[in-house]
């Protein structure tokens, strides 16, 4: 138990539906990340929030849309995905960068492992 | 932000103490060495990070050089549960949360 919590675990979709991944922290953190990591592929990077405010997209396709509405809370809103975006998808939580607190340490979240058909 | 190396894939047996070597020639002053342990299937779990020198705690050791340009990482007497994914990461507290993972050396362990 990381104190991260994502669900579903597992998604399987269909290339037209509209899903969403959600994950909640219970650490105190107000910084939140997604990573992609594919078939023995390196972690992704893909989009990070820190005080609820979005400071990194790494020109991820616009079929993933992130939402953070509030620092315990990161969704990521999936829509006409490829098979190709198959992959398990990771949220993480720290202290925000240069926050007294900060420790560069990441809690990840034991991932949603999304199919897509 | 500093680019790391470290081996593909190792391989040890039980009850050996395994060593993995990672290298970051372009470290800045800011930045910390970090490592990460990932299991199949779940997401990477810290391990410890350093500055200098020597740190150790209930999982690890990591020796860091003076010229800081390259890092090891420790595990004394590992078991088949150490099978895992290591990664390296070069990470500075006062910039943008961007913390990049590189490939990872991939540990095998057998009995």
């Known amino acids: 138990e990381t104190g991260v919590t994502q669900t579903p675990r597992h998604l399987v979709m269909g290339m037209t539906n509209k899903k969403s991944l959600k994950c909640e922290q219970h650490l105190g953190h107000n910084a939140m990340y997604w990573y992609k990591q594919s078939a023995k592929k390196p972690l992704e990077l893909m989009f990070v929030?820190?005080?609820?405010?979005?400071?990194e997209n790494n020109s991820v396709p616009s079929r993933f849309s992130p939402e953070c509405p509030n620092s315990s809370h990161l969704f990521l809103h999936l829509h006409t995905l490829q098979p190709e975006d198959s992959a398990l998808y990771l949220c993480a939580s720290s202290h925000a960068a240069g926050a007294g607190t900060n420790t560069g340490e990441l809690f990840f979240g034991e991932g949603s492992r999304l199919t897509v058909l | 932000l500093a680019k790391t190396t470290q081996p593909i894939s190792m391989d040890s047996y039980e009850g050996q103490e395994v060593n993995i070597t990672c290298s970051h020639n372009?470290?800045?002053?800011?930045?910390?060495i970090t490592w990460y342990q990932q299991f199949p299937s779940q997401g990477p779990r810290f391990i410890i990070q350093g500055y200098k020198t020597k740190v150790t705690n209930e999982v690890a050791s990591l020796f860091i050089p003076a010229d800081r340009k390259s890092s090891t990482l420790s595990l004394p007497r590992v078991s088949l549960s150490d099978t895992a994914v290591y990664y390296c990461l070069v990470v500075s507290y006062s910039s943008a949360s961007k913390i990049i993972f590189g490939s990872g050396t991939r540990l095998s362990i057998r009995p």
């Open positions: 929030y820190s005080l609820e405010e979005r400071v």
């Open positions: 372009n470290i800045a002053t800011n930045d910390y």
